[in-house]
């Protein structure tokens, strides 16, 4: 039954989107097709998780929502249904961080979003360390997706205007911490560099706090 639920939901995502944007996603099929993978990328708003959910397809993808999400039935039951991670942020939350490395020993795409919450406007916020901690203890790909667009959908929506989406995709690459203890200051400089490479891939209006990503710093980033 639930393979039925996620096929319907699916389908309605992807007209509804199709109907409601204009989505530029050439850059999609550069997301590897098999194998464990950190998809990392900025949060906007709450549309660019159903265009990602359906836009990876076959592919499937996790990801972690505050566990305040299932205070809300229909959003507890679209998210179990997602196969949604739920954190507790602002603590170190074993348990989700053990659903997310089972989720990658499986193979699978588990997308983060380091900045942490949403940033309504677009532009990039500081990241959170949590990111890095997860990719050290995992050893697999990160792989940067910047999207840019989705933070006019609402005011699109009332005037009855489709909102141009756009999605790019970036090199993947490995973090490396070359034999140093890693510490809580260097975790930080790590997303600080994922950070800057989904920077990268995005116009400099929307790089807020890491518009002086170029050149970017690549201290822990071991490019595949």
């Known amino acids: 039954m639930k393979s039925i639920y996620r096929w319907f939901m699916r389908n309605i995502i992807w007209l509804g989107t199709d109907v409601l944007c204009r989505?530029?996603?050439?850059?999609?099929?550069?997301v590897p097709p098999k194998g464990p993978l950190i998809l990392v990328t900025n949060h906007i708003n709450s549309l660019e998780v159903p265009l990602l959910f359906v836009h990876l397809q076959p592919r499937k993808i996790f990801g972690l929502a505050k566990i305040e999400t299932w205070d809300s039935k229909f959003m507890g039951w679209l998210f179990d249904l997602w196969d949604a991670i739920p954190v507790h942020r602002g603590t170190?939350?074993?348990?989700?961080?053990?659903?997310?490395?089972?989720?990658?020993?499986?193979?699978?795409?588990?997308?983060?979003?380091?900045e942490g919450t949403r940033s309504y406007?677009?532009?990039?916020?500081?990241?959170?360390?949590g990111t890095?901690?997860?990719?050290?203890?995992?050893?697999?790909p990160i792989l940067p997706?910047?999207?840019?667009?989705g933070e006019a959908f609402s005011s699109n929506l009332k005037k009855l205007n489709r909102t141009d989406f756009h999605?790019?995709?970036g090199k993947p690459f490995?973090?490396?911490?070359?034999?140093?203890?890693?510490?809580?200051?260097i975790r930080q400089a790590m997303?600080?560099?994922?950070?800057t490479q989904i920077a990268l891939l995005m116009p400099a209006e929307y790089r807020g706090q890491y518009e002086n990503c170029d050149p970017p710093p690549q201290t822990y980033l071991r490019f595949i």
């Open 145 to 149: 997706v910047a999207h840019w667009g």
């Open 191 to 195: 997303v600080d560099e994922i950070m």
């Open 167 to 169: 999605f790019r995709v």
């Open 23 to 30: 989505i530029e996603k050439f850059d999609i099929p550069r």
């Open 121 to 129: 406007d677009g532009r990039l916020q500081s990241a959170q360390s």
């Open 92 to 114: 170190l939350d074993l348990e989700a961080f053990r659903a997310c490395l089972d989720v990658l020993k499986k193979g699978n795409i588990l997308a983060i979003a380091p």
């Open 132 to 140: 890095a901690l997860i990719a050290l203890h995992a050893a697999v």
């Open 174 to 185: 490995y973090l490396d911490a070359h034999g140093e203890k890693v510490n809580g200051k």
